[in-house]
């Protein structure tokens, strides 16, 4: 079974910090993907990636960067964080050739900026 | 881009009868639309997926129809029971080289009445 790990459930930061959101996956999936869940706005693309090193914007990415060194690993990055991006983060997975239709998603992590 | 609309935003039935969630899309080039389950804590997963050279697939007690000319696409589902209780997100992808995009839908949160 896929397993989509996040590292934190919880996640409580002050206003300016650098924000680190892990995510692994442990079945050598090439595209990785994290979004943004708001009540009311579903779920949002931030960045997503289809190789190592490679990634792309999504259609929030304003504030947010990623780090793809290892395939197993995609890391999503506040650089500067501000309250407006408290939220649901959820990372996901797939495998290049199943496209959209393969994408597993992980637990979520629950990030408050005060 | 795209942009995908689900109404309702709520929807609230009793135990035995059915319910229907519905989605617009945007962009007449995508081709695969898949339903996701959120129970309350989880992540989302998979429940049933559609791609658009079919009109209806059906699974158990869930069933998900297509109509390509109005760019609209439904869930349904009959018998509901307590443990269907959740929100339900609707997507929407069109074919791209590399890792596959979904738009999601705002979400639909099902509750059924005893």
């Known amino acids: 079974d896929v397993k989509v790990t996040q590292s934190s459930r919880y996640l409580v930061k002050r206003t300016g910090e650098k924000v680190f959101l892990e995510c692994v996956q442990d079945?050598?999936?090439?595209?990785m993907f994290w979004y943004r869940q708001d009540p009311g706005l579903g779920l949002r693309l931030i960045y997503f990636?289809?190789?190592?090193?490679?990634?792309e914007k999504g259609d929030i990415p304003e504030g947010y960067s990623v780090s793809r060194e290892k395939k197993e690993r995609f890391s999503l990055i506040l650089e500067s964080a501000s309250t407006n991006q408290t939220s649901m983060y959820l990372c996901?997975?797939?495998?290049?050739?199943?496209?959209?239709?393969?994408?597993?998603f992980g637990d979520g992590t629950r990030l408050s900026i005060l | 881009g795209e942009n995908v609309e689900q109404h309702p935003s709520t929807l609230s039935v009793q135990e035995g009868d059915s319910a229907v969630i519905k989605c617009t899309y945007s962009d007449s080039a995508s081709n695969y639309f898949p339903w996701y389950k959120q129970e309350l804590g989880k992540r989302p997963q998979l429940i049933i997926d559609i791609r658009s050279n079919v009109g209806e697939k059906k699974d158990q007690r869930i069933a998900v129809t297509l109509n390509k000319t109005a760019k609209h696409f439904s869930l349904h589902i009959t018998e509901t029971q307590p443990e269907d209780s959740a929100v339900y997100f609707c997507?929407?992808?069109?074919?791209?080289?590399?890792?596959?995009?979904?738009?999601f839908g705002q979400g639909t949160r099902l509750t059924i009445n005893p």
């Open positions: 990636s289809y190789d190592v090193k490679m990634k």
């Open positions: 079945m050598d999936h090439e595209n």
């Open positions: 996901a997975s797939s495998h290049l050739y199943r496209g959209a239709s393969g994408q597993h």
């Open positions: 997507a929407a992808s069109r074919p791209r080289v590399g890792a596959q995009k979904l738009v």
